[in-house]
């Protein structure tokens, strides 16, 4: 008989990963666990798989890995990291506000809101600085990270590199994002050959009310109905291009997230819901 743990499925608007508390469970092999158990009908279903774990960091509280639903890991998950502090505080493996969690971009500061019977109802990440250009995850571009050109199947994308610990393009168009064929242009632009590591891309459009409808290919996952990452990215690409200035309300498939981007410290602050869906059992793979 295989050995069975303990899993929370969690999503932070929509975004939803299989959580492990690995004080508790080793998982020896996390890419093919990620693959076996996101897929649906087959599986839990999910976009991926995100490990609990001790800090290694002398700075952090906590760690997490991500990995996505075909096996690869992630550097980062914003909405990830705001469903690791609920997870966190109220399972009661910490008190600490905010919580300091080690990631593979670095530790973010998790600041938490709770609801009037203490329990964490929203969290707002202090995601670090953006990266406008990093040949390392973007290749070489000319230098350029506003409004750069791509053409793929016979159509030109104008969009802006932003990396917010992992690479993003963001692109505005003038049609109805929700019409949009992401799934024609989402694979194709993640796989370019600008993009060695490949890329999550994401599709805005600005609405009258002056918030940002978005939507997301993400890399290793494909659409997902929220990115906390992808939305830090498009409301830098917002600024940067004149559209919004520095408060942005994302709106995605899955939810809304708050973004500032401050100036006085250059950071980018997060602010969302995180909600477990349901708990359970499964057989390592």
Request: charged share 20%; aromatic share 8%; glycine share 10%.
């Amino acid at each position: 008989m295989k050995k069975t743990i303990k899993f929370t499925k969690m999503h932070g608007a929509g975004n939803d990963y299989i959580y492990v508390n690995t004080l508790l469970y080793s998982i020896p092999d996390p890419a093919k666990a990620s693959i076996e158990w996101s897929r649906y009908h087959f599986g839990v279903g999910s976009d991926g798989l995100i490990l609990i774990g001790e800090a290694t960091e002398p700075d952090a509280d906590f760690s997490m890995r991500i990995f996505n639903n075909d096996g690869s890991e992630a550097m980062m998950c914003g909405n990830g990291t705001r469903c690791v502090a609920k997870y966190l505080h109220d399972k009661g493996m910490t008190a600490k506000n905010p919580i300091r969690l080690q990631t593979l971009s670095g530790t973010k500061i998790l600041n938490l809101h709770l609801d009037a019977e203490g329990m964490v109802e929203t969290v707002t990440v202090d995601m670090g600085e953006p990266i406008l250009r990093h040949p390392a995850q973007f290749g070489v571009c000319g230098g350029k990270a506003v409004d750069y050109e791509l053409t793929v199947l016979g159509r030109m994308f104008k969009g802006t590199f932003v990396s917010m610990g992992n690479p993003h393009f963001v692109i505005f168009i003038d049609e109805d994002v929700e019409d949009f064929d992401i799934n024609r242009y989402g694979p194709v632009l993640e796989r370019h050959d600008i993009f060695p590591q490949r890329c999550n891309i994401e599709f805005a459009q600005m609405l009258p009310n002056g918030s940002i409808r978005m939507r997301v290919w993400e890399r290793g996952s494909g659409i997902t109905l929220a990115c906390g990452t992808g939305a830090c990215a498009t409301a830098v690409a917002a600024k940067l291009t004149g559209r919004r200035d520095n408060s942005s309300d994302i709106r995605m498939d899955g939810g809304t997230l708050g973004i500032v981007w401050e100036e006085d410290t250059n950071h980018i602050m997060m602010t969302g819901p995180a909600a477990i869906s349901f708990e359970g059992e499964i057989a390592l793979p």
